[in-house]
């Protein structure tokens, strides 16, 4: 069973950094591919990133490259989003998700399994 609790998240200005981490208290962690979605009020889910079993590979949306990067500590059952250079338009919530398919980054949000309860970040003008 994978359980999944986020964390980091609050309210920054424009240009801030912030790093979110995803924590999970179950044992299997090491088998899932993880991803980042978001989430503003009134749109859809939206892909982040996302990285497989490893690290050894990682995804990232088009709105976030080259600002976020996604990484994971197996040995801590803990993956990251640090997010720089934040815009207001990157305020939502923030939630991580397991993948069973440990090598193959999925952008759908259909293809992930297990969900955290989210966090929400707040990027001010």
């Known amino acids: 069973q994978v359980q999944l609790v986020e964390s980091g998240g609050g309210l920054v200005q424009a240009g801030d950094s912030l790093r979110l981490s995803c924590a999970d208290s179950?044992?299997?962690?090491?088998?899932?591919?993880m991803g980042w979605f978001r989430q503003a009020p009134g749109k859809e889910r939206e892909f982040v990133a996302a990285?497989?079993?490893?690290?050894?590979?990682?995804y990232y949306g088009d709105s976030v490259k080259g600002r976020f990067t996604i990484s994971r500590d197996n040995a801590k059952n803990t993956v990251y989003l640090q997010m720089n250079s934040l815009k207001p338009e990157d305020t939502a919530v923030y939630y991580c998700?397991?993948?069973?398919?440990?090598?193959?980054?999925?952008?759908?949000?259909?293809?992930?399994?297990?969900w955290g309860q989210g966090t929400q970040v707040t990027v001010s003008s």
């Open positions: 990285l497989t079993w490893n690290g050894g590979t990682t």
């Open positions: 998700a397991a993948d069973r398919h440990s090598n193959v980054l999925h952008q759908s949000p259909h293809e992930y399994d297990y």
């Open positions: 179950g044992r299997i962690f090491s088998s899932f591919a």
